[in-house]
C-alpha cells in the first residue's frame, strides 16, 4: 500500500513571503522624496525562526502531522490485512482446496477489497490535501494581517523575510532583525486567543 504524505514545513510563510505585495494605498505609498530623505523604516524577520518559535504554526503542525500518521496507519492496518487473505488464497489455490466456483467467488471478493482500500486511501488523501490548503491559507492570512498591524503600529514602511529558501533578502544587518520582536508579540496574541476562547467553552 503506497504511503499518504504531505510535509507541513515552514509553507505558511514562504506563502506570506511571496504575497505580501504592498498596498497601493495613500497612506502606505512612500514618495521618492522620502526615500531620498532616508525616512524609510525597514526591518525583516527570520522565517525558519518564527515558524519554530511561533505556538499557533507549532501547534498546527503537529496536529496535522498526527492526522497524517492516523490516516497512514489506517491504509497500512487494512493493507496488511489485505496482503495476509491474499496470501491465504494463494496456498489454498496450490492445494487446490478451492473449487471453481470458490475460487472465482474468493478472487472477486479480494478485488474488490483491494478496490475499497484504494479508494479509502485516495478519500484519505484528498481530505488531508484540502485541510493541509486551508491550514496553510489560514495561517498565511494570520501573518500577513498580523504583520500589517506590527508594521504600521511600529511605524515600518517595508517588514522585509530572510530564509534559507527565500532569497527576498541576501543581507541584512542584525540590528534590523525584528525576528524575537515578532515571535513574542505573536505568541503573546495567540495565548490571549487561547485564554479567551478556553473562557468561552466553559460557559
Known amino acids: 500500500m503506497k504511503k499518504i504524505l504531505f510535509v507541513f514545513a515552514a509553507a505558511a510563510m514562504m ?45 498546527a503542525s503537529d ?14 492496518a487494512k493493507g496488511k490485512s489485505f ?13 487446490n482446496q478451492l473449487t471453481q466456483q470458490q475460487f472465482e467467488s474468493e478472487q472477486a471478493r479480494l478485488q474488490k477489497l483491494q478496490q475499497d482500500i484504494e479508494a479509502l486511501q485516495q478519500r ?16 498565511t492570512d494570520t501573518i500577513q494581517n498580523f504583520m500589517k498591524s506590527y508594521a504600521k503600529e511600529k511605524g515600518y514602511d517595508f517588514i522585509l523575510c530572510k530564509s534559507s529558501g527565500i532569497d527576498n533578502v541576501l543581507y541584512g544587518n542584525p540590528k534590523y532583525d525584528i525576528t524575537n520582536a515578532v515571535v513574542k508579540a505573536l505568541n503573546k496574541r495567540y495565548a490571549q486567543q487561547k485564554k479567551e476562547e478556553e473562557k468561552e467553552e466553559k460557559k
Open 15 to 59: 506563502v506570506a513571503c511571496g504575497n505580501n505585495e504592498a498596498e497601493n494605498t495613500a497612506e502606505e505609498t512612500t514618495t521618492q522624496q522620502e526615500v531620498k530623505n532616508g525616512e524609510l523604516k525597514i526591518a525583516f524577520v527570520l522565517i525558519d525562526t518564527l515558524t519554530s518559535q511561533y505556538e499557533l504554526y507549532k501547534e
Open 63 to 76: 496536529a496535522f502531522q498526527k492526522k497524517q500518521a492516523n490516516a497512514e496507519a489506517t491504509i497500512n
Open 83 to 95: 496482503a495476509t487473505q491474499v496470501q491465504d488464497f494463494q496456498r489454498k489455490v496450490q492445494n
Open 124 to 139: 484519505l488523501s484528498v481530505s488531508l490535501q484540502e485541510e493541509y490548503a486551508k491550514e496553510l491559507q489560514s495561517l
